[in-house]
């Protein structure tokens, strides 16, 4: 179960981050293991249209439990799940989306981070998501 002081925590961790490395600002989602908002914040100067991509990235990860760039593989032509991101209210093939686990390793949740580059988004992310496992 992910807790929504965790969850704050994970959220102030990408914001971190995000400034320490002097990245774009961002906005950042996190979801519960049933893909619903538990925190969520827009750092100032990050364009609105982020808002949805982060969320949708977020609701990616925990739908499918898998990073968004990973379920992503599967909605290019030809692939085995063409189409898929028209599902689920609109779904995000590209970095951003990471998935959240606990000390034990389960899947608890997953973070969403847009308004960077996809690589940035995703790096802040995974960043975030380890602080996750450093809480008790």
């Given at each position: 179960?992910?807790?929504?002081?965790h969850a704050v925590a994970v959220v102030a961790a990408a914001i971190q981050y995000t400034r320490e490395c002097g990245l774009p600002p961002v906005s950042v989602t996190?979801?519960?293991a049933a893909a619903y908002?538990?925190?969520?914040?827009?750092?100032?100067?990050?364009?609105?249209?982020?808002i949805d991509v982060a969320n949708r990235k977020a609701r990616t990860a925990a739908l499918f439990?898998?990073?968004s760039d990973e379920v992503g593989a599967n909605f290019?032509?030809?692939?085995p799940a063409f189409s898929l991101e028209n599902t689920n209210?609109?779904?995000?093939?590209?970095?951003?989306?990471?998935?959240?686990r606990?000390?034990?390793?389960?899947?608890v949740g997953a973070i969403g981070v847009s308004g960077a580059?996809?690589?940035?988004?995703?790096?802040?992310a995974e960043v975030a998501a380890r602080r996750l496992t450093t809480l008790a």
């Open positions: 179960m992910l807790l929504l002081d996190i979801v519960d908002p538990l925190s969520f914040a827009r750092m100032d100067g990050c364009f609105l249209g982020a439990r898998a990073n290019r032509p030809g692939a209210g609109g779904l995000v093939g590209f970095g951003g989306g990471v998935v959240l606990d000390a034990n390793g389960h899947i580059t996809m690589e940035q988004d995703q790096e802040i």
